[in-house]
């Protein structure tokens, strides 16, 4: 468990060190942390140096937590996050946001690179998550409530913000981007799917697959922080064009998309 106690000490720690109240928080996914380059930084922070913060421990996840002015706005970037498989607790992979919200967030922005399960998505798409199956065998709210943060059964009827989709779609609409819209399935990891599995995850109703963002969300949503979410389709696992993907291949895929993705964030943080 984590505790109050520890998610305020690393706060603390934060708010001594950065004099900057941000607005929107960003967790930046797999091969997605070139959005950093287009922040203005005002400070940056090694996961290490906070108390009781988790270190990523992906060679892909560098490990900061940035501030810094984008589109007009202040954020915290989280350059590299954190997932079950690495052996962490849900409550380990999820304080961060816990701790982006006392900094003072409004929003929360999530990445991800993704499977693609629904057959109209191609290679280096992005998708924007309306909805997800959670297939975490662990709940990040297991465990004695957080009071001070949320209700102990906090509702999920729209864990991804409306508003905030269809703003998005107006950006990628704008700029000429082919911005799909699905279901997100997450679960553990860190192998991929075989394919009787990826057959059931489409079947169940999921149009993409991942091994992160619901945690997150789930948190961000008990604590009534509106999410936007996306994902970057870095392989393909319909039965047809299902094949063995390497690491370096997703990573690459996602590099690919990234401009993309960059373009919808900058334009929806525009927007708010």
Avoid: W
Avoid at 95 to 124: D, E, T, W
Avoid at 250 to 263: F, L
Wanted: glycine residues 8%; charged residues 20%.
């Amino acid at each position: 468990m984590v505790s109050i106690e520890q998610i305020k000490e690393a706060t603390i720690y934060i708010q001594s060190v950065v004099d900057y109240k941000p607005e929107v928080g960003i967790i930046l996914g797999t091969g997605l942390g070139a959005l950093v380059e287009d922040i203005e930084i005002h400070q940056k922070i090694s996961y290490k140096d906070i108390p009781n913060f988790p270190v990523s421990t992906v060679e892909t996840h560098s490990g900061f937590l940035i501030f810094g002015e984008l589109s007009g706005k202040k954020v915290v970037a989280m350059q590299g996050r954190f997932h079950y498989y690495e052996g962490y607790s849900m409550q380990q992979v999820t304080m961060p946001v816990r701790v982006m919200k006392l900094l003072g967030i409004q929003y929360l922005f999530i990445s991800n690179a993704a499977g693609g399960l629904n057959p109209s998505l191609k290679l280096s798409d992005v998708m924007v998550i309306n909805d997800h199956i959670n297939l975490f065998p662990e709940n990040p709210l297991r465990g004695a409530n957080l009071d001070e943060f949320g209700s102990r059964f906090p509702d999920m009827y729209e864990p991804y913000d409306r508003k905030l989709i269809e703003k998005a779609m107006e950006v990628a609409k704008d700029a000429g981007i082919n911005l799909q819209e699905g279901v997100y399935a997450g679960v553990p990891g860190p192998n991929l799917e075989t394919p009787a599995e990826y057959k059931y995850l489409e079947t169940i109703g999921a149009d993409a697959v991942g091994m992160s963002t619901i945690p997150e969300n789930i948190v961000a949503r008990h604590m009534q922080l509106p999410v936007f979410a996306i994902s970057v389709i870095t392989d393909l696992c319909t039965p047809e064009q299902l094949k063995p993907v390497s690491i370096p291949e997703i990573i690459g895929a996602a590099m690919k998309a990234q401009p993309k993705m960059m373009r919808i964030f900058k334009g929806l943080l525009k927007s708010l």
